[in-house]
């Protein structure tokens, strides 16, 4: 990817570097978007408060992120300011106001408007805050599941930014919504809510590529790698388990890598109708 000396992101809340650590009890709901286990435990000072009023207690400590981290950092800063671009231009044709949601880097565990959360639950978007949130541990573990490149970090920027545009067009609301009304088809749905998020991180690149020239050759590759790799059926089979598609969340990698390459190869968000096209 070009992605050097590109602009960065406004909105970007770095949290890295200050973790912590949770005594056992006292903690509420929390609302997992994503999937990837990195088994790190800890937190944002942030958490202080609300540790106190549940009973729970927390040790604290910070360390410098390297700099390799840092670069990790603008990285992700750059690409956010890309999807920044593109969507507010699409929202303007349909004659809508984008907002640009907050992503926040945290180290080991963090806080948020859906809960405490660990690295263990992966890159998460929350509609309660209208933030994305990541670990950059993730992208190593990406990478050990046979997804390296920025392209395949940059896919998973773009598909946690597209599920805020699923908030902003309703589309989470809604499907929660049915969710409860038929908790038997709440796999279905979610399945169906991940594959358009994934069609939207292709739309997002099909229009970074064309207008700001941003990838290069075999980044398409890598995305649909990334989005192959994280598929429920790869993961189950590397978990050693049986298949069980009644159990997906995400969609299988077939799933996934077809709906990125949608998004990709049309650039248009109707194109995206995970919900009423077939796959």
């Known amino acids: 990817m070009r992605w050097r000396g590109g602009r960065r992101s406004m909105f970007i809340d770095d949290r890295r570097g200050r973790t912590a650590k949770r005594a056992a009890g006292g903690i509420g709901g929390i609302v997992l978007i994503g999937a990837i286990v990195i088994a790190l435990l800890g937190g944002d000072p942030t958490v202080l408060l609300d540790a106190v009023e549940q009973g729970g207690t927390i040790t604290t400590t910070e360390r410098v992120p390297t700099p390799a981290e840092?670069?990790?950092?603008?990285?992700?800063?750059?690409?956010?300011?890309?999807?920044?671009?593109?969507?507010?231009?699409?929202?303007?044709?349909?004659?809508?106001?984008?907002?640009?949601?907050?992503?926040?880097?945290?180290?080991?565990?963090?806080?948020?408007?859906?809960?405490?959360?660990?690295?263990?639950?992966?890159?998460?978007?929350?509609?309660?805050?209208?933030?994305?949130?990541?670990?950059?541990?993730?992208?190593?573990?990406?990478?050990?599941?046979?997804?390296?490149?920025d392209f395949a970090r940059a896919y998973v920027i773009g598909h946690e930014v597209g599920h805020h545009v699923q908030n902003l067009t309703g589309v989470l609301g809604a499907v929660q919504r049915e969710q409860s009304a038929s908790p038997g088809s709440a796999n279905a749905l979610q399945v169906r809510v991940e594959l358009q998020a994934d069609c939207y991180a292709g739309v997002w690149a099909h229009h970074a590529d064309r207008q700001r020239d941003l990838l290069e050759a075999g980044d398409v590759e890598e995305g649909l790698q990334a989005a192959a790799a994280i598929g429920d059926d790869t993961l189950q089979r590397r978990a050693g388990r049986a298949v069980r598609p009644e159990s997906f969340t995400h969609g299988s990698a077939a799933q996934r890598a077809q709906w990125f390459r949608t998004g990709f190869s049309s650039g248009d968000v109707a194109a995206c109708d995970t919900f009423g096209g077939a796959g």
Not at 98 to 127: H, I, K, M, R
Not at 130 to 137: A, F, G, K
């Open 70 to 149: 840092d670069e990790q950092a603008e990285f992700v800063s750059v690409v956010l300011a890309d999807t920044e671009d593109t969507w507010h231009a699409l929202f303007q044709q349909a004659g809508e106001q984008y907002q640009e949601p907050t992503l926040t880097l945290f180290s080991g565990a963090v806080d948020s408007a859906c809960g405490f959360n660990t690295a263990a639950t992966g890159p998460f978007y929350c509609p309660g805050d209208q933030r994305v949130y990541l670990d950059l541990e993730f992208f190593q573990q990406l990478e050990s599941l046979g997804a390296p490149g």
